[in-house]
Every structure is written in C-alpha cells, then in structure tokens.
C-alpha cells in the first residue's frame, strides 16, 4: 500500500476525524488552564483517537507504519480547522465553558 499516491478510505476518515476532533475535545478542556495543558489535551486525543481508528481498519494486527500515518493526517487535520474554523467561530470556547460547568454566552 503506497499511503502517499492515492487516498484510502481510512486517510479520508482520518482526515474527517481531525475536522472534528478539536470541537469535542474542547469539551473535556477548560477556559482556566493554560493553553499548553490544552494542547497536550489535543495532542493525547489525537494519539487516542489514531490507536483506535487504526484498531477498527485492521483489528489487533497493525503497526506502526500506519499508525504514524493516520495519526499524523487526525492531528494536521485537527490543527488547521481549530486555527481556520473553530476558534475564529468562538465555538471553541462554548464548548470549553460547557466542558467548565458553565453555561456559554
């Protein structure tokens, strides 16, 4: 399998999976910790959510070619619409004043 020539459905959904990835993380996130602790947030879900996508394509037989594949399309993905979309829609921070115990506003 050539990752880099042609796309495969599991590179497509990654990259749909990192589209979304720092809308809902934002939820587990807060307002009051410093952004770092936020990012560290980001990067551990973005471990997760590869180890997990990459379970569900090829069960308990996978390695680590395409683990760093996947996870690297989830967390490129993930950073461009957070900077592009996300936090310029200030839908980051409801979600993360949500995510408080607060309600948005």
């Not at 952004?35 to 180890?51: D, K, Q, S």
Request: with cysteine; aromatic share 16%; net charge positive.
């Amino acid at each position: 399998m050539d990752i880099l020539n042609q796309p495969t459905d599991l590179s497509l959904w990654s990259a749909l999976v990192g589209t979304v990835l720092p809308w809902g993380v934002a939820f587990l996130q807060s307002a009051k910790w410093p952004p770092w602790v936020n990012a560290l947030t980001f990067g551990a879900a973005c471990f997760l959510t590869a180890a997990i996508t990459e379970w569900v394509r090829n069960g308990s037989d996978w390695g680590a070619r395409g683990y760093f594949h996947t996870f690297l399309v989830i967390f490129f993905a993930g950073l461009a619409t957070y900077h592009l979309y996300w936090k310029p829609s200030g839908h980051i921070d409801a979600a993360r004043q949500v995510g408080s115990g607060k309600k948005p506003g």
